[in-house]
């Protein structure tokens, strides 16, 4: 999968350069492209922000650069989606993550300032937003959507790293622990040491089950609507 991300802050993406999501790129799952929208400006100085009309403080970016780069990273991939990371957008989550993942590729649009030229929202497919706060750019939330859909691909992690984490089946994650069995007198339960996998596997669905009713009630709401509830859910314990 091929994703584009177009910024004026090209060098805050090296966390895409470290751990599963190098990984993916060096297997040659994912390519990630990081454009810098100064270098579609028409303007001398590279400008690509302006004030807006009507007055006020902040600066927008301009229409003209971001409709040329994306013109351009379209020449490389015309079947990419195109996705304008904005507060009013719609919220991403893991269903969203594993819709995109299925697509042939994305185009990102980081805005910056008081946001992009209205007139953009005519080349994008869609907007996201990562939560209803409000960042200083779109560059996190781009990072956050491709970490978020890097490993889902086929290849980057084995596929039960995924399809048992939260959200799977509307439920959170199970309880984890690792060696020592005892640390500061808080134990590793004892059916995680029984070597009964059937009675572990079991074990991890009731506790997801519990977890999610306590910490996450419209999941588990959604959970019962959708998957008929604890005795209809197998595919954790199976
Ligand atoms: C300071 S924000 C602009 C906020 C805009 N004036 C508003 O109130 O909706 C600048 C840019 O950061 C990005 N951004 C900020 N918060 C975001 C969020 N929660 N989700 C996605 N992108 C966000 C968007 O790209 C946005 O254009």
């Given amino acids: 999968m091929r994703i584009d991300i177009i910024t004026i802050f090209p060098e805050i993406f090296s966390p895409l350069e470290a751990s599963i999501i190098k990984r993916a790129q060096d297997k040659g799952i ?3 492209c990081i454009w810098n929208l100064r270098d579609f400006s028409r303007n001398k100085h590279k400008k690509v922000d302006d004030a807006a009309y009507g007055g006020g403080k902040g600066m927008v970016l301009a229409c003209e650069p971001i409709f040329l780069a994306v013109e351009e990273i379209k020449k490389h991939n015309p079947e990419s989606l195109t996705i304008l990371t904005c507060p009013q957008g719609e919220i991403f989550n893991q269903q969203k993550a594993k819709e995109l993942s299925k697509t042939k590729g994305l185009i990102i649009i980081c805005g910056h300032y008081e946001g992009v030229d209205e ?16 960042l200083t750019g779109g560059e996190l939330p781009a990072m956050v959507i491709v970490d978020c859909i890097a490993r889902l691909l086929p290849g980057v992690l084995p596929e039960e790293a995924t399809i048992y984490d939260s959200f799977f089946d509307c439920l959170v994650d199970w309880p984890c622990y690792t060696r020592p069995e005892e640390f500061r007198g808080l134990k590793v339960p004892d059916i995680l040491l029984s070597g009964d996998h059937e009675k572990i596997a079991k074990w991890r669905l009731n506790q997801a089950i519990e977890r999610t009713k306590q910490k996450r009630p419209d999941l588990y709401e959604k959970f019962i609507k959708e998957k008929g509830g604890p005795h209809a859910s197998k595919s954790r314990s199976s």
């Fill in 119 to 134: 007139r953009v929202r005519t080349i994008v497919d869609c907007e996201i937003s990562i939560g209803d706060y409000v």
């Fill in 30 to 32: 994912l390519k990630i």
